[in-house]
């Protein structure tokens, strides 16, 4: 019933920008928070970032002053820009929200998306 969708990895040398993107799409009513986490080779997934509906943001230590998390409500859409990247950020990006949508009636679940692959190597 509803999906999130992830754009915006790539390949970025160390010291670039990248600029992440989640829409979710469904018979949407409401998102209620929305986060970004990422998985690096090994590792357990880690969260990053997350934004509430009415804008509180709230950052892992290893990113604050580098990344911003930011959304559009009309676009149910939500941004991760990251900057100062370093091979450390190498990571499979998940999205992740609290959606509540119609299904005959109102529900709410937790989504997560397929994830972008963020790639940092000279």
């Known amino acids: 019933q509803v999906q999130l969708v992830e754009s915006g990895g790539g390949l970025v040398q160390p010291g670039g920008s990248l600029r992440l993107s989640c829409t979710a799409s469904?018979?949407?009513?409401?998102?209620?928070?929305m986060a970004w986490f990422r998985q690096a080779p090994g590792k357990e997934r880690e969260w990053v970032a997350t934004?509430?509906?009415?804008?509180?943001?709230n950052y892992v230590e290893s990113v604050k002053g580098r990344f911003i998390i930011s959304r559009d409500n009309a676009k149910n859409t939500v941004y991760l820009q990251m900057n100062s990247l370093k091979p450390e950020d190498t990571a499979v990006y998940y999205c992740?929200?609290?959606?509540?949508?119609?299904?005959?009636?109102?529900?709410?679940?937790?989504?997560w998306g397929q994830g972008t692959q963020v790639t940092v190597s000279s």
């Open positions: 934004i509430s509906s009415n804008g509180i943001t």
């Open positions: 992740n929200g609290v959606v509540e949508y119609y299904s005959g009636s109102s529900r709410r679940n937790t989504y």
């Open positions: 469904g018979n949407i009513l409401r998102i209620y928070y």
